[in-house]
């Protein structure tokens, strides 16, 4: 059934501008001069939210929902970043006092700044959490 622009405008107020189910992911970086940085917040979920959240300033950021699949030792100081962004985020915790969050692992090998041809790998250290959900859409 077609909706008027004036209803679709009325009701759109109310619902999300973007939402995304992307990955969170804790990174570690290894630079090729022994430098190490740790538990970098990474991952497309985060990218694509922190992206939006540049151009929605204000009540608009509510605007931009998101969840992450973290275990219950998920950082507290990253999840306190998190939400001064004032998005709608959800964060699931899941069982298992160990589990902080997917985890990844970035080395970089060459020279810095351009220097003798850099390179990265990356892998991950743990396996994403992930879940299987059930959509339901309806026109």
Do not use: H
Not at 105 to 131: A, I, T, V
């Amino acid at each position: 059934m077609a909706q008027t622009l004036e209803k679709w405008q009325t009701d759109f107020e109310d619902k999300p501008l973007l939402t995304t189910l992307g990955m969170c992911v804790l990174d570690d970086l290894y630079f090729p001069d022994g430098e190490i940085k740790s538990r970098v917040l990474g991952g497309s979920g985060v990218y694509s939210i922190l992206g939006a959240r540049l151009f929605l300033q204000g009540e608009n950021a509510q605007k931009l929902s998101w969840l992450i699949r973290a275990g219950n030792a998920f950082p507290k100081e990253i999840e306190d970043r998190l939400r001064s962004w004032s998005t709608d985020l959800v964060i699931e915790k899941s069982a298992g006092d160990r589990v902080e969050c997917t985890r990844g692992e970035l080395r970089y090998s060459g020279g810095l700044n351009g220097e003798g041809g850099e390179s990265m790998e990356f892998e991950f250290e743990d396996y994403p959490l992930l879940c299987l959900w059930k959509l339901e859409y309806s026109c």
